[in-house]
């Protein structure tokens, strides 16, 4: 319901018509260090595809490696079933950062980072490749740990499939600041301001029988 764009950065130009913010459009950014900066950030995305004529979208994790974006799961999901094949796909990874409280219901908003990506998603078939990028996953959150874990098996490996999509049609909309009130209201009495939010995690909770010598690991560095 916020009526005024907030400009979020110097705009570049859309990779495409489609990929163009459109509703507030000043808060667009269309440039690689930002897109990749929301991707690396947020702790999982949404991805929306259709599936025989109707659109579903599914929470997943995600990682970025250069200029693609991947995300993994069971071989027989219906989700990745569609992208393997060819089927165009849209990645979304949002972040929420505050709630904007104004002096009128109307000016309420959000301050938040998103990015979305557009495309046709390519399986990562070969084997080392595929263990690779699931390393890269797990890394990502939690470093130094994938070289602690029991390699997977061959069984394993063949029921993950993962998908890579370039970056290569992208855009980001973000927000920041505080509420854009009409000039006859600003001294309407009433509290008005930004109610921040983050991410944080709370202390590990161990598995019951682990020997009392092992460590947990540090949380993943963007929620320390």
Known sequence: MDSEPTAARPNAVPPSDFARVRRLGKRGAYDRETIDAILDAAPFCHVGHVVRGRPVVIPTLHWRAGDTVLFH??????????????????????????????????????????????GVPVAVTEPEAKLAALAGFTERLFPGRWATLRP?????????????????????????GGPI???????????????????????????PGLAPDLTPPDPPRWLR
């Open 73 to 118: 799961g069971n071989a027989a999901s219906r989700m990745l079933e569609t992208g393997a094949a060819g089927g165009e796909v849209c990645l979304t990874a949002s972040l929420l950062d505050g709630f904007v409280l104004a002096r009128t219901g109307f000016h309420h908003s959000a301050n938040y980072r998103s990015a979305m990506v557009f």
């Open 181 to 207: 009130d009409e000039p006859e209201d600003l001294d309407w009495p009433v509290w008005a301001g930004v109610v921040p939010v983050r991410l944080s995690v709370d202390p590990p909770v161990p598995e």
């Open 152 to 176: 997977p098996t061959a069984q394993e490996l063949k029921a993950t499939l993962v998908l890579s999509l370039p970056l290569t049609e992208a855009s980001a909309k973000l927000r920041r």
